[in-house]
């Protein structure tokens, strides 16, 4: 077999071995070769070990990255993202600043809402544009797989428009997209007052339509699971409809998340456990009786400390304690135009440190291995072994720590997606240069 790439001399390759979710004590469980090398051939991994045994597989057609005093670890799996829209709301921001609140301005008829309008106003092209300078930014800083949510069309024309618009950006981008349906996220404003009826075009219509979309089959890159999100909280959708909803959805043969526990606790976390979710995230008040539950369900917690931090708030989920509860912990951004603009895995690493009581080590496994768990694509990606795909990071530090204990700068110098190292963007370019370009 011929060796395409080999990356060697690594001073730590983090190979995070294994197919399923790491808890409890296996949270922190990198799996570190010291002089570490791993061996490409196409789009996966045929090889990984030392690196004096592996130089001796390549060729004089082998192209060789040398990794001397820096770390190599699996590319990052975003496990939360709302990647694809259209707009801002820098205003909102402002007014955040100035003391309103995230509920508040959703009730005045901004929020989610404000972004619906702008997405709803999109031509498919015009949501493609902006969304794939979003995942530029986002495999510069080391992801190479995420999951995308719909959310901001809310009637089935503009949800499968999004549906489409992630389509295509997983056809044409290198980075992979898992699609979520999140028919759910708010209720629009012309059912004002009528959410039940809402509820019900999601369920009637809206679910069999993206049911029957998948069934047409072919449009994601890879035979990927579908996802089926609600948004239960305050201002959103109350715990009764979101176990409707998402019945239903696992009846359609859908995989479960939920936005649970963001603002309020409505007992969405237990409903997760109850209906035997993929992943609960948010989880920022959260119980431990509802952990404990989560942990017998085997129900990923996807926790966002982006959002957190750019509500300016503080009370940030507490990662340690789903740890010791044996809940398996994965990250995301949570990539949005409202609670949290980040495309950096990095930084939600040092915060998920910081704030969230991850060691570096437990964070890494969050974003890599835990992450592809809760997505269930860990068969395919999230750690370095053969028989994967090579998706892989060089990041120019000499220790995993780094990752965590430096922030604001990107660490990632190479990125390594399907066994092509993808080239850097320069990122003087103006945006609509920048985004008319696919990498
Ligand atoms: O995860 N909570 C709901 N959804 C997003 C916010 C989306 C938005 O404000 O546009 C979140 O924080
Ligand atoms: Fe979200």
């Known amino acids: 077999m011929s060796i395409d790439l080999l990356i060697h001399s690594a001073a730590q390759l983090l190979s995070l071995t294994g197919d399923a979710p790491k808890r409890g004590a296996a949270q ?42 820096k770390i190599v670890l699996p590319g990052f799996v975003d496990a939360h993202t709302h990647a694809v829209f259209a707009g801002d709301r820098a205003n909102e921001f402002e007014m955040r600043l100035q003391g309103a609140s995230y509920l508040q301005i959703q009730k005045q008829g901004g929020g989610i809402m404000s972004t619906v309008r702008a997405t709803r106003a999109a031509s498919l092209d015009d949501l493609i544009a902006p969304s794939r300078a979003r995942l530029d930014a986002m495999i510069a800083h080391g992801t190479t797989t995420a999951e995308v949510k719909t959310g901001y069309g809310l009637d089935t024309a503009n949800e499968i428009k999004m549906l489409d618009a992630i389509a295509a950006l997983d056809a044409e981008h290198s980075i992979d997209l898992i699609p979520t349906f999140l028919g759910a996220h708010v209720v629009p404003e012309e059912f004002k007052g009528r959410a039940e009826e809402y509820v019900s075009l999601v369920i009637e219509e809206m679910l069999p339509a993206v049911r029957r979309m998948k069934d047409k089959g072919g449009r994601m890159k890879e035979p990927s699971p579908l996802f089926c999100d609600v948004f239960c909280d305050d201002g959103a959708f109350t715990l009764d409809q979101t176990r409707r909803i998402l019945t239903r959805a696992k009846e359609l043969g859908f995989g479960l998340r939920l936005h649970a ?175 008319s370009q696919a990498i």
Request: with cysteine; proline share 5%.
């Open 261 to 435: 526990d963001e603002f309020a606790n409505l007992g969405a976390a237990a409903l997760a456990a109850e209906l035997g979710a993929a992943s609960a995230d948010h989880l920022m008040v959260t119980r431990r009786e509802e952990m404990r539950a989560m942990a017998q369900a085997n129900v990923v917690a996807v926790l966002l400390p982006g959002t957190t931090f750019g509500l300016g708030k503080t009370n940030f989920a507490d990662g340690r304690a789903f740890v010791e509860e044996n809940v398996a912990v994965a990250l995301g951004s949570d990539l949005n135009p409202g609670t949290a603009w980040c495309e950096s895995m990095p930084f939600i690493i040092a915060l998920a440190c910081r704030y969230e009581k991850l060691t570096p080590a437990q964070a890494i496994v969050a974003a890599t291995i835990n992450a592809a768990a809760s997505l269930g694509i860990a068969a395919r990606v999230g750690s370095l072994e053969p028989g994967k795909l090579a998706d892989i990071i060089v990041a120019n530090v000499p220790d995993y720590r780094h990752l965590a204990y430096r922030f604001g700068a990107n660490p990632v110098e190479t990125v390594i997606k399907r066994g092509r190292v993808i080239p850097p963007k320069s990122s003087s370019l103006p945006l609509d240069a920048r985004s």
């Open 28 to 69: 922190g469980d990198l799996a570190i070769l010291r002089d570490g090398a791993v061996a490409i051939s196409g789009e996966h991994i045929v090889a990984v070990g030392d690196t004096l045994d592996l130089l001796a597989l390549a060729d004089a057609r082998t192209r060789q990255i040398d990794a001397r005093g």
